[in-house]
């Protein structure tokens, strides 16, 4: 069983730039949901795609946005970068649309000079 | 107020130790609870799923009351292995899915 990866694991942006991050699922989910995590707090939900439409969303401005592919990999992509959004970036998949237990991949860390 | 609660530790215990660990919720329409523990630089990973007639895994129990809108985790005998971050987890269904994560409570056992 392959779990979730992500990538890159690191990436250095300069403000104002756009990045866009990926991540593939793990064999069997196609649920997947993208998770900002600054030093010290928990994750903060961005949204959650269910087969290939966003059916969640957090409080996060629209410069962040994604895309989840027929194979259930996905895209978290962000413009018009700001120094705050330098955090690490989780991804996490599961079964079915909602309740499911999330498994999470190691993450990139996106550090915004 | 925030949407989960957790309590701010860290908790410093000796190993061998009882701990419990307390969260709790804001919105009634909550659906579905879970643990997860994060243990340094690394991804969060799943503890145990939480449910409002308890549920045990080995040295953990997990408990809900919708009632009073309030998670628990109790960890007995604890290891120096437990010691991590534990994020209490909430998932809302109504006007929108949403997962919203505790901001964690961190737990050092020491020998």
């Known amino acids: 069983e392959t779990g979730v990866t992500q990538s890159p694991t690191h990436l250095i942006k300069t403000r104002g730039q756009q990045v866009t991050l990926r991540c593939s699922s793990q064999?069997?989910?196609?649920?997947v949901s993208w998770y900002q995590q600054a030093l010290g707090q928990g994750p903060q939900f961005i949204f959650q795609y269910y087969r290939e439409e966003e059916n969640g969303r957090g409080n996060f401005p629209p410069r962040f946005s994604g895309l989840q592919f027929p194979n259930y990999s996905s895209e978290l992509n962000v413009n018009a970068l700001e120094l705050d959004d330098s955090a690490l970036y989780l991804c996490?998949?599961?079964?079915?649309?909602?309740?499911?237990?999330?498994?999470f991949g190691n993450g990139t860390r996106l550090t915004v000079t | 107020r925030k949407e989960v609660e957790q309590d701010p530790g860290p908790f410093n215990v000796p190993e061998g130790a009882t701990v419990a660990f307390n969260c709790t919720y804001s919105?009634?329409?909550?659906?579905?609870f879970f643990w997860y523990r994060q243990d340094c630089r690394k991804e969060p990973k799943l503890l145990m799923s939480v449910y409002s007639s308890g549920n045990e895994d080995g040295r953990f129990t997990a408990q809900l009351n919708r009632a009073s809108q309030y998670i628990s985790l109790l960890i007995r005998d604890s290891k120096l292995s437990d010691s991590a971050t534990y994020l209490c987890v909430v998932n809302k269904g109504t006007g929108g899915f949403k997962t919203i994560f505790g901001a964690g409570t961190r737990l050092f056992v020491k020998a």
């Open positions: 919105n009634s329409a909550s659906q579905s």
């Open positions: 064999s069997g989910h196609n649920t």
């Open positions: 996490a998949s599961g079964e079915g649309a909602r309740n499911s237990p999330l498994h």
